[in-house]
Nanobody
Framework: QLQLVESGGGLVQPGGSLRLSCAASGFTLDYYAIGWFRQAPGKEREGVSCISSSGGSTNYADSVKGRFTISRADAKNTVYLQMNGLKPEDTAVYYC???????????????WGQGTQVTVSS
């Protein structure tokens, strides 16, 4: 069974940092591009960042550029999202997803995790 499991979410003060992990089980991430998405209450899910299967290409939503960094550790079958300078508007459930295609539209991701809550509040 193909499965992604996110971890690392929690409550953090504005300006703080968190590192989210996305671990795969039942398959190897080597050939998959991995995207991070988030959904805030009452809002549609949006793309945050994506990393290519090789790790050589990354992209970020304008709202997180310069603050978030995506990386992958294929030896650990895990992708990370380092989040620095967190803001209250970053509060959301964060999901990782895998696609055999290149980073792209949400509909192209076939394997999804269950999500991890990130809350930024003082």
């Amino acid at each position: 069974q193909l499965q992604l499991v996110e971890s690392g979410g929690g409550l953090v003060q504005p300006g703080g940092s968190l590192r989210l992990s996305c671990a795969a089980s039942g398959f190897t991430l080597d050939y998959y591009a991995i995207g991070w998405f988030r959904q805030a209450p009452g809002k549609e899910r949006e793309g945050v960042s994506c990393i290519s299967s090789s790790g050589g290409s990354t992209n970020y939503a304008d709202s997180v550029k310069g603050r978030f960094t995506i990386s992958r550790a294929d030896a650990k079958n895990t992708v990370y999202l380092q989040m620095n300078g967190l803001k209250p508007e970053d509060t959301a459930v964060y999901y990782c997803a895998a696609t055999l295609l290149v980073c792209g539209e949400e509909k192209e991701y076939g394997v999804w995790g269950q999500g991890t809550q990130v809350t930024v509040s003082s």
